[in-house]
């Protein structure tokens, strides 16, 4: 079996970034699968949802599936510069936009087993007030239910 790699959740911001970094450095030149989870089909139920007491009408869904589209092409361009930025760090990256089917936390653990991951890493983000005491419902999720060792990169 080739060497298992770290799931790192990724998502463009700042604390994203911190996130790889510090996973290259505990983890280099260990592979990495820098993940990027998006929504899809909202777009396509706000074009097929009718409003309340709304006649029905035919609708063009067309746009609908062009805004998934252009929403998929953006999460692959953000996973692309999380693998670009791991592998300037160190680490074998690639690069994965999926579309959840659940929680971001289900997805990166359908994604951790399916990979046998070694582990999954995440970043959290800032909070205000008490919020800043409790972990995020990502990393929470994660922390309970993960087949691997889960790595929260505090935000700095």
């Known amino acids: 079996m080739t060497s298992r790699p770290v799931i790192i959740g990724f998502d ?3 604390a994203s ?3 790889v ?3 290259a450095a505990l983890l280099a030149p260990r592979p990495a699968m820098v993940v990027v989870v998006w929504e899809a089909g909202l777009a396509f139920e706000a074009a097929t949802t009718p409003a309340i007491e ?3 009408v035919a609708r063009d869904i067309q746009p ?3 805004a998934d589209q252009e929403l998929y092409d953006a999460a ?3 996973a692309e510069r999380g693998a670009a930025l791991a592998v300037e760090a160190g680490l074998a990256a690639t690069s ?3 579309a959840d089917d659940a ?3 289900d997805t990166l653990i359908r994604i951790a087993r399916e990979n046998h991951a070694r582990a999954i890493a995440v970043g959290t983000h800032s909070h205000r007030g008490i919020s800043n005491l409790l972990l995020g419902s990502t990393s929470r999720d994660l922390l309970q239910h993960a087949p691997c060792p889960v790595v929260v990169v505090p935000d700095a």
């Open 12 to 14: 463009g911001t700042p």
């Open 96 to 98: 994965l936009a999926i």
């Open 103 to 105: 929680t971001v936390a």
């Open 17 to 19: 970034e911190r996130t």
């Open 76 to 78: 692959s361009r953000v």
């Open 21 to 23: 970094r510090e996973v």
């Open 64 to 66: 609908a599936f062009d």
């Open 54 to 56: 709304a006649p029905p």
